[in-house]
């Protein structure tokens, strides 16, 4: 067995409620700015996306057209990470690209849904009236644009990845196991090169009343994370996408191309959360493989605001007290299989500025962190299951 | 003890069971028969209504029913036969407690209309708009229906049951799903690297 190779994240992107591109979203953090929209969907609350152009990345307005938005979200950062990392538009190196998605989909059109469930309402509704409607109200691509899997599709025929493509479903657990399976198969040569992410629209009430099934959506009034408790737990979701490049040391170094930071290591696990602690118990499985870890450090973590998990993380961390934590859900939002994705974005791009941004969090649990960072941990744990830690350090 | 290795040199990995449901039937045994006396497994939908629709046929699994009425619970349902079928076949490791990883191919999954329509009636008024829909699906009273319609819930389901180890991945690419699962199932035997870790 050779030597497993060192994997670096030479490209990112990431458009969400807070902008588009590592500047703007740096400076947003760093100012502790939050987007969120508590009128559009009251009682509930998302983080919208910001405006942005499509055109700047999706230059045909017919691609644009058969999309949904969490398509064009994904298509968008896909293409601001292929940029970062300098590899747009190179077609010997997009030819071998690999991809990993990490998918939802099946975004509806709700008004044709809602008539047709009135009409039911209504007692209208004849033995063929359902398929009739159907097949006369919705246009026809939206099955293309309720597919996970055109996501990847989307990518490829705008921006030319043509290497092997797989998308992986399956909420916040597809957005950790897209960059295990990245990294490994990177890690033992398997691939050179790979495009990694996800996308999330958080503005639609589809998912809104999936979620308010099993109560998880936070009403009413936004809070950050940490502040949420018991009485009045939940999550806003939140539009985002998020791209990495994810390629060996040997292939950046042959193209001269400037690396974030190093990914050395994601692990992730899928704990039976039907006792209570076995979220924190997963998680504490976990910590010592990604390696030995100082008893002061900094973490990203996804954390949701929905209980009894986060209870569960929060107890985790108590464990961990040396640690400056950020939760992103207080600034991004919920983003679902984007979550993980974005904890490992911001963590590359923390280590390459030299610097962690500020708490963001008025009960004290994120403590400040004036020092340069040379490791950050990520985390994430699924709101209903899915359990997830990375590693990513500077390049030495 | 030194594994068979391939011209690549490495381990050869082999197949110690399988299941099957098809529309032909449940497990190897009555599809190989159905299969060799030249039966066909196409015929005419009757899981849902057809009226108006142009397609009418497909080989479908209407000899196994769920309640409620969810592909995605079909889907499970039929997943967990296949699994029993191969993890009896193979032999490999205890009762729920199977010593590797999940992959599974599946289809995309979203609330269906049957349960669309039950929640539409709970609103109780006969002209309403998406807020009217979203107030009466909080509660408690859809909550079986979050984890139905979850994306994971069938790899965490066959996961619970059969004890496979680590985070299982679901995975969808079109008609290549089904061979890109049996791809990352020989790469995680192959090398350390995809094993749950």
Same mark, same amino acid.
């Given at each position: 067995?050779?030597?497993p190779?060192e994997?670096w994240i030479t490209?990112?992107?990431?458009?969400s409620?807070?902008?588009e591109?590592?500047d703007a979203?740096?400076d947003?953090?760093?100012?502790r700015?939050i987007?969120?929209?508590?009128?559009?969907?009251?009682?509930?609350i998302?983080?919208p996306?910001a405006p942005?152009?499509?055109d700047?990345q999706?230059?045909?307005?017919?691609?644009?057209r058969?999309?949904e938005?969490?398509q064009?979200i994904g298509?968008?950062?896909?293409g601001?990470?292929?940029d970062?990392?300098?590899?747009k538009g190179?077609r010997?190196?997009l030819?071998?690209?690999?991809?990993?998605?990490?998918?939802?989909?099946g975004?509806?059109?709700v008004?044709?849904?809602i008539?047709i469930?009135?009409?039911?309402?209504k007692?209208?509704a004849s033995?063929?009236?359902?398929?009739?409607?159907?097949?006369?109200?919705l246009?026809p691509?939206l099955?293309?644009a309720?597919?996970?899997?055109?996501?990847a599709?989307n990518?490829?025929i705008?921006?030319g990845?043509?290497?092997?493509?797989r998308?992986?479903?399956?909420e916040?657990a597809?957005?950790?196991?897209?960059p295990r399976?990245?990294l490994?198969?990177?890690?033992?040569?398997?691939?050179?090169?790979?495009?990694?992410?996800?996308?999330?629209?958080?503005?639609?009430?589809?998912?809104?009343?999936l979620y308010?099934?099993?109560?998880?959506?936070?009403?009413?009034k936004?809070a950050p994370v940490?502040?949420?408790?018991?009485?009045?737990?939940?999550?806003a979701?939140?539009?985002?996408?998020? &791209? /990495?490049?994810?390629e060996?040391?040997e292939?950046a170094? #042959?193209r %001269?191309?400037k690396?974030?930071a190093? *990914?050395?290591?994601?692990?992730a696990d899928l704990?039976?959360?039907?006792?209570?602690g076995a979220v924190?118990k997963?998680?504490e499985?976990?910590?010592?493989?990604?390696?030995?870890l100082g008893?002061?450090?900094?973490l990203?973590?996804?954390?949701?605001?929905?209980e009894p998990?986060?209870?569960?993380e929060?107890? &985790? /961390?108590?464990?961990?007290?040396?640690?400056a934590?950020? #939760?992103t %859900?207080?600034?991004?939002?919920?983003? *679902?299989?984007t979550?993980?994705?974005?904890g490992?974005?911001?963590?590359a791009?923390?280590?390459?500025r030299?610097?962690?941004?500020?708490?963001?969090?008025?009960?004290?649990?994120?403590?400040?962190k004036?020092?340069?960072?040379a490791q950050?941990?990520v985390m994430g744990?699924?709101?209903?299951q899915?359990?997830?830690?990375?590693?990513?350090?500077a390049?030495? | 003890?030194?594994?068979p290795r391939?011209k690549?040199g490495r381990p050869?990995v082999v197949?110690?069971g399988?299941?099957?449901?098809?529309?032909?039937?449940?497990g190897?045994?009555?599809?190989?028969?159905?299969l060799?006396a030249?039966e066909?497994?196409?015929?005419?939908?009757?899981?849902?209504p057809?009226?108006g629709?142009?397609t009418t046929?497909a080989?479908?699994?209407?000899?196994?029913?769920?309640?409620?009425?969810?592909?995605?619970?079909?889907?499970?349902r039929l997943?967990?036969?296949?699994?029993e079928?191969a993890?009896?076949?193979s032999g490999?490791?205890?009762?729920?407690?199977?010593?590797?990883?999940?992959f599974l191919?599946?289809?995309?999954?979203?609330?269906e209309?049957?349960?669309?329509i039950?929640i539409?009636?709970?609103?109780g008024?006969?002209?309403f708009?998406v807020t009217?829909f979203?107030?009466?699906?909080?509660g408690?009273?859809?909550?079986k229906y979050?984890?139905?319609?979850?994306?994971?819930s069938i790899?965490?389901y066959l996961?619970?049951?059969f004890?496979t180890?680590?985070s299982p991945?679901s995975?969808?690419?079109?008609c290549a799903?089904?061979a890109?699962?049996?791809?990352?199932g020989a790469c995680?035997?192959?090398s350390?690297g995809?094993?749950?870790?």
């Amino acid at each position: 067995m050779t030597e497993p190779k060192e994997v670096w994240i030479t490209g990112i992107g990431i458009v969400s409620s807070l902008g588009e591109g590592l500047d703007a979203h740096w400076d947003a953090l760093n100012a502790r700015r939050i987007n969120v929209d508590e009128k559009r969907f009251a009682p509930y609350i998302v983080h919208p996306l910001a405006p942005v152009s499509f055109d700047a990345q999706i230059p045909k307005k017919g691609d644009q057209r058969q999309m949904e938005a969490w398509q064009r979200i994904g298509t968008y950062a896909a293409g601001l990470a292929l940029d970062s990392a300098g590899v747009k538009g190179n077609r010997e190196i997009l030819g071998r690209m690999d991809m990993i998605v990490a998918a939802g989909g099946g975004e509806r059109d709700v008004p044709v849904d809602i008539a047709i469930l009135n009409s039911y309402a209504k007692g209208n509704a004849s033995p063929g009236f359902l398929n009739e409607r159907l097949m006369n109200d919705l246009r026809p691509t939206l099955f293309l644009a309720q597919l996970s899997n055109l996501l990847a599709g989307n990518i490829a025929i705008v921006h030319g990845v043509s290497g092997t493509s797989r998308t992986f479903m399956g909420e916040e657990a597809a957005g950790i196991d897209a960059p295990r399976i990245a990294l490994a198969r990177i890690a033992s040569g398997q691939s050179d090169i790979a495009l990694v992410g996800a996308a999330h629209n958080g503005e639609r009430t589809d998912l809104l009343s999936l979620y308010e099934f099993g109560d998880f959506n936070l009403t009413d009034k936004y809070a950050p994370v940490w502040a949420r408790d018991q009485t009045k737990s939940g999550f806003a979701l939140g539009s985002a996408g998020v &791209f /990495l490049v994810m390629e060996s040391r040997e292939h950046a170094e #042959a193209r %001269g191309a400037k690396p974030f930071a190093k *990914l050395t290591k994601v692990v992730a696990d899928l704990a039976q959360r039907k006792q209570p602690g076995a979220v924190t118990k997963s998680l504490e499985t976990l910590w010592p493989k990604l390696g030995m870890l100082g008893d002061d450090g900094v973490l990203i973590t996804g954390t949701t605001g929905v209980e009894p998990v986060t209870s569960e993380e929060k107890a &985790f /961390l108590s464990r961990h007290p040396g640690y400056a934590v950020r #939760a992103t %859900g207080t600034m991004f939002g919920h983003t *679902l299989e984007t979550q993980f994705p974005l904890g490992l974005a911001l963590a590359a791009l923390s280590i390459s500025r030299g610097a962690l941004f500020p708490p963001n969090d008025p009960t004290g649990l994120e403590i400040e962190k004036s020092e340069s960072p040379a490791q950050i941990v990520v985390m994430g744990a699924g709101h209903w299951q899915g359990e997830g830690l990375a590693l990513v350090e500077a390049i030495k | 003890m030194t594994a068979p290795r391939d011209k690549f040199g490495r381990p050869i990995v082999v197949v110690t069971g399988m299941g099957v449901v098809t529309s032909l039937g449940a497990g190897k045994e009555d599809n190989w028969t159905r299969l060799t006396a030249g039966e066909c497994g196409i015929r005419t939908v009757t899981r849902f209504p057809i009226d108006g629709l142009k397609t009418t046929m497909a080989g479908t699994v209407d000899f196994i029913t769920v309640d409620p009425s969810s592909s995605t619970g079909l889907t499970e349902r039929l997943a967990d036969i296949a699994t029993e079928e191969a993890l009896g076949q193979s032999g490999i490791g205890g009762k729920g407690d199977f010593p590797g990883p999940l992959f599974l191919a599946v289809a995309p999954v979203e609330v269906e209309w049957p349960q669309r329509i039950e929640i539409g009636q709970a609103v109780g008024k006969t002209d309403f708009d998406v807020t009217d829909f979203l107030a009466v699906s909080g509660g408690g009273k859809f909550a079986k229906y979050h984890h139905r319609f979850m994306f994971g819930s069938i790899a965490g389901y066959l996961a619970e049951k059969f004890g496979t180890k680590g985070s299982p991945i679901s995975l969808s690419t079109a008609c290549a799903s089904g061979a890109t699962a049996i791809q990352l199932g020989a790469c995680s035997t192959h090398s350390r690297g995809t094993r749950p870790s």
